[in-house]
Antibody, heavy 121, light 109 residues
């Protein structure tokens, strides 16, 4: 069955860095676009970034552009999010999600359980 | 940026009643719209993709309709497990971005 497992969250000071990982299993990872989506405590969903199946196409939300870097290793079935210059407003649960855009459709059909990132001094 | 507006913000209904949730886009998104259900402490679950296609394993009581700027998620007869927050979501080709609506909470009357 499809599984996405995030890791790497934690408490970090403003200005600090963190690297999130998402381990995928149960499907052909290299066939799918993947995304990071976050949710601040008590708030709605906010898309962060997506990456094409090969890694050649990448886009970011304006709120993280220049600070966050998405990447993937198809040989390791893994997705990553390098987060630099973290701010208090980056505090959220971060989800990785499988993207149906790979097949011309619109929706994220599988999500991980999320990893909490807290930015605080 | 395409903005999604969901209404109502809260919908108070009883089990067995019909729920009609609305999502309006600030400009046309064709049929590139999805709906999600989220319960407290859980990740969102995809219900509907491409405006009207039920995702795998989603009960037939959930249906989606619409195109362009106006979309509807209908739950034909609410089950106790359907009380949750529902989000719509679109992707635009240019600028290349994904946006979510603010959500509609369906709670028990």
């Amino acid at each position: 069955q499809v599984q996405l497992v995030e890791s790497g969250g934690g408490l970090v000071k403003p200005g600090g860095s963190l690297r999130l990982s998402c381990a995928a299993s149960g499907f052909t990872f290299s066939d799918y676009y993947m995304s990071w989506i976050r949710q601040a405590p008590g708030k709605g969903l906010e898309w962060v970034s997506y990456i094409s199946s090969s890694g050649s196409t990448i886009y970011y939300a304006d709120s993280v552009k220049g600070r966050f870097t998405i990447s993937r290793d198809n040989a390791k079935n893994s997705l990553y999010l390098q987060m630099n210059s973290l701010r208090a407003e980056d505090t959220a649960v971060y989800y990785c999600a499988r993207d149906l855009y790979s097949y011309g459709s619109q929706g994220f059909d599988y999500w991980g359980q999320g990893t909490l990132v807290t930015v605080s001094s | 940026e395409i903005v999604l507006t969901q209404s109502p913000a809260t919908l108070s209904l009883s089990p067995g009643e019909r729920a009609t949730l609305s999502c309006r886009a600030s400009q046309s998104v064709s049929s590139y719209l999805a709906w999600y259900q989220q319960k407290p402490g859980q990740a969102p679950r995809l219900l509907i993709y491409d405006a009207s296609n039920r995702a795998t394993g989603i009960p037939a009581r959930f249906s989606g309709s619409g195109s362009g700027t106006d979309f509807t998620l209908t739950i034909s007869s609410l089950e106790p497990e359907d009380f949750a927050v529902y989000y719509c979501q679109q992707r635009s080709n240019w600028p290349p971005e994904v946006t979510f609506g603010p959500g509609t909470k369906v709670d028990i009357k």
